[in-house]
């Protein structure tokens, strides 16, 4: 109830100031948001505005389908960030900037976030051979060399007490190692692939020396300070960046937004054309990506 009146009222004061409507500034889901706080600023903003603003469901993405929203927008940038991954780990030329061999099957890759960005780009990856061996939560971190399966490790997860759910599916699992909430052990564990999948500013002159991947995929937004990125480009560590590979989100809310702006879903297509009252229309949330 407390969350849902700080993000109601936080939108009173947008709109108050002119800050936001689907053609000045649109605000999408982040860390510790989701459908429900999108759908609280849409339902908000239409209070206010009435009859006056008729494309009003297009002032935020990230919503419920039943209120606007698009399907396959939860795991769009996860997925992005795999489509991004098997890009490059496919060129040749960039492989053997980074010292690898061209492929995903066999690579190692640790994930330090495990949102919607880190459990769906490790489900992607896990599909094309990667082999997710690291896990940074705020209950803590998990290794285990040989891999830990990310459906699993979420559905072990479920309940309120993270560290305590992290402890114990470490114990249930052979070979996975689980360390405290601020040890940064598994940002230093050898890995091909590090994703830093959840705050600003993780990789930075404290932490970077000590990094031992052989490539950064920026899932999240600016994880990396300037003087993180001079370390690592000085190691020889491929850096991929957020603007690209966490692109996949934002292209998916470009998609909502154009469908409420023009009453139409992207991605769909007409059936049985010869027969208007017998249209059939499919979503093809793919086709978006």
């Known amino acids: 109830r407390e969350v849902e009146k ?34 609280w600023m849409k339902d908000t903003y239409e209070t206010l505005c009435g009859t006056n603003e008729p494309k009003a469901s297009a002032i935020v993405t990230g919503k419920s389908i039943s209120q606007g929203g698009i399907d396959g927008r939860t795991e769009s940038t996860g997925y992005g ?10 060129k040749e030329e960039v492989m053997k900037k980074a010292g690898l061999k061209v492929g995903m099957k066999g690579k190692t890759i640790i994930f330090q976030g495990f949102g919607n960005v880190g459990y769906w780009g490790s489900v992607f ?14 209950g803590g971190s998990l290794f285990n060399p040989n891999g830990i399966d990310p459906i699993t490790f979420k559905k072990a997860m479920a ?24 040890d940064f052990s598994i940002f230093f ?27 950064l995929a920026e899932a ?36 909502e937004w154009l469908k409420n702006l023009e009453n139409n879903n992207p991605g769909r297509y ?13 979503s093809r949330t793919k086709d978006c990506f």
Do not use: Q, W
């Not at 960030?81 to 496919?90: A, D, M, P, R």
């Not at 992290?166 to 699992?173: G, W």
């Not at 059936?271 to 249209?279: D, H, Q």
């Open 81 to 90: 960030l795999f489509i991004g991954l098997k890009y490059f780990l496919n």
């Open 189 to 215: 564990k050898e890995c091909d692939v590090f994703v830093p999948a959840a705050l600003e500013r993780i990789v930075n002159r404290k932490t970077a020396p000590h990094m031992k991947c052989k490539i």
């Open 270 to 282: 007409i059936a049985n054309v010869s027969k208007i009252s017998n249209f059939r229309m499919k």
């Open 125 to 138: 990856c896990k599909d094309e051979g990667l082999i997710t061996t690291g896990i940074v939560e705020v």
């Open 159 to 182: 309940g309120k007490d993270m560290a305590a759910n992290m402890k114990k599916f470490a114990d249930d699992t052979p070979g996975t190692e689980y360390y405290p909430p601020n």
């Open 6 to 39: 700080i993000i109601r009222r936080y939108t009173v004061e947008l709109y108050k100031k002119n800050f936001i409507s689907p053609s000045i500034d649109v605000p999408g889901p982040d860390v510790g948001t989701g459908e429900t706080e999108m759908n």
């Open 220 to 255: 999240a937004n600016g994880p990396t300070t300037p003087d993180g990125e001079k370390i690592l480009i000085e190691k020889g560590v491929l850096i991929l960046p957020d603007i690209l590979m966490n692109a996949g989100g934002v292209t998916c809310s470009y998609f």
